[in-house]
């Protein structure tokens, strides 16, 4: 059974970093690209950007590229995202998937979701 | 950038059927994927390749397409799919992943 369990909410300041993570199980973790994807308060879902653990090639939503960094340790078969420096405005839940592909890309299994408030 | 457009809302009554479209320039070159989020749930995908259904989601869930416009069907809608529901696409490399906004289906 394919599983992505994500960290645990955040509670951090603004200016401060944060590496959150997505641990992959049930299927070889190189071969299938992950996806990050932000969901603020009461809004829809924005994709950020992917990374496919094989060789850590990594595409970013223009929205969110010099913003974050998404990357893949392949030895934990865990994918990060990672911040440098929170803003208030980073307030969301964040969701990994899995990519499937059937002659279209989708996202086929999800992470639980991990929470990050950014508050003063 | 490219965008999927959705109407916000969505309300039928129960065992009626609920249509959710969902329109971008790019569809009829791209397959579309439609995803159902319950409140304080992770989204989980109910349609791929454009009519597609994964084990396990019910059948009253059926997707078509025509042209830039895809469609999600729910047949003999019943209370438990009141949810918020995305459609997506990508293209091929794939180097971006775009959702539609979002519709709120509301069942009375």
């Known amino acids: 059974e394919v599983q992505l369990v994500q960290s645990g909410a955040e509670l951090k300041k603004p200016g401060e970093s944060l590496k959150i993570s997505c641990k992959a199980s049930g299927y070889t973790f190189t071969t299938y690209w992950i996806a990050w994807v932000r969901q603020m308060p009461g809004k829809g879902l924005t994709w950020m950007g992917i990374v496919y653990p094989g060789d850590s090639d990594t595409k970013y939503s223009p929205s969110f590229q010099g913003q974050v960094t998404i990357s893949a340790d392949k030895s934990f078969s865990t994918a990060y995202l990672r911040w440098s420096s929170l803003k208030a405005s980073d307030t969301a839940m964040y969701y990994c998937?899995?990519?499937?592909?059937?002659?279209?890309?989708?996202?086929?299994?999800w992470g639980q979701g991990t929470l990050v408030t950014v508050s003063s | 950038s490219y965008e999927l457009t959705q109407p916000p809302s969505v309300s039928v009554s129960p065992g009626q059927t609920a249509r959710i479209t969902c329109y971008g320039d790019?569809?009829?070159?791209?397959?579309a994927s439609w995803y159902q989020q319950k409140p304080g749930q992770a989204p989980v995908l109910v349609i791929y390749?454009?009519?597609e259904r994964p084990s396990g989601i019910p059948e009253r869930f059926s997707g078509s397409s025509s042209g830039t416009t895809v469609t999600l069907t729910i047949s003999g809608v019943q209370a438990e799919d009141e949810a918020d529901y995305y459609c997506q696409s990508a293209d091929s490399s794939p180097t971006y992943v775009v959702f539609g906004g979002g519709t709120k289906l509301t069942v009375l």
């Open positions: 790019a569809l009829p070159n791209q397959y």
């Open positions: 998937a899995r990519l499937g592909y059937n002659s279209g890309w989708y996202l086929a299994s």
């Open positions: 390749k454009g009519t």
